[in-house]
């Protein structure tokens, strides 16, 4: 069967505009072989299948940006994306991705056309998820200036702030100030503004957050909330809070 259980149904907003035009015939054909079998949905259901799947699609061509940005492709990266599909949503899943993802390492498109149309259909928490994603596959092999580079980009055209960004990417380059970066804060702060930032950050990556993208994401979705209590953590033992 061509598309797999992790993108049946309605393929939602990413069958339309950039990213539709870069998946193109590719996954349509897919989705035509897949109708048969298709799980029938009702409305509310459709529309959260509908969003989920342009999550992971716009996932997939981000990725493609990120992986290519240093002008090579690493074996690693592309184990990365194939593992975090493998653990998430299946060996099936895993094995259609290394199929699209070629089709998508071979395409030039304009990255801030695909990154407007997610900024406007994807909601806050659910691109910053798409974001920790993004970082956590350009990291598994050591993050290259170049990659660093778009990956800002990317942060800049989806609507993400400066300190939001750093925040992610503390948690996959540790420095001495990790740990405050992580919970948006500097080392100057307050016992009673690091209480706050931790209230704040916990509300923010909560995996609740992203319920409406299905328990697989929603789980994977855990390892930024868990770095937010373990840097809370570490401070609260520094200061002996």
């Keep these: 069967m061509g598309v797999g259980k992790w993108i049946a149904g309605a393929l939602g907003w990413a069958m339309f505009g950039p990213i539709g035009g870069i998946l193109g015939y590719y996954i349509t054909s897919r989705l035509e072989r897949l109708a048969e079998s298709a799980v029938v949905y009702s409305e509310e259901q459709s529309w ?3 969003q989920r799947n342009s999550f992971l699609m716009s996932l997939l061509v981000l990725s493609a940006s990120v992986i290519k940005a ?8 592309k184990a990365t994306l194939r593992e975090f599909f493998a653990r998430n949503f299946g060996a099936q899943a895993a094995n ?3 199929e699209i993802l070629e089709e998508l ?5 304009n990255l801030y056309e695909v990154c407007s149309q997610i900024r406007s259909c994807m909601d806050y928490s659910q691109r910053l998820q798409l974001y920790h ?4 596959l350009g990291a598994c092999d050591g993050l290259q200036q170049r990659e660093v580079d778009v990956l800002e980009t990317i942060a800049t055209y989806i609507g993400l702030s400066k300190a939001e960004v750093d925040s992610i990417f503390a948690q996959f380059r540790p420095s001495n100030d ?3 970066r992580i919970l948006e804060i500097t080392p100057d702060a307050t016992d009673e503004e690091v209480k706050k930032a931790y209230r704040k950050m916990a509300i923010k990556y909560h995996p609740d957050k992203v319920a409406t993208l299905g328990e697989d994401v929603q789980k994977a979705a855990e390892e930024k909330f868990k770095a937010v209590n373990q840097a809370y953590e ?8």
């Design 133 to 136: 994603f993004l970082v956590q």
């Design 178 to 180: 990790s740990n405050y």
């Design 48 to 50: 959260n299948q509908g």
């Design 70 to 77: 240093d002008g090579k492709t690493t074996s690693q990266e």
């Design 105 to 109: 390492l071979q395409k030039d498109y």
């Design 96 to 98: 259609e991705v290394d």
């Design 234 to 241: 570490a401070i609260c033992r520094e200061r002996g809070i």
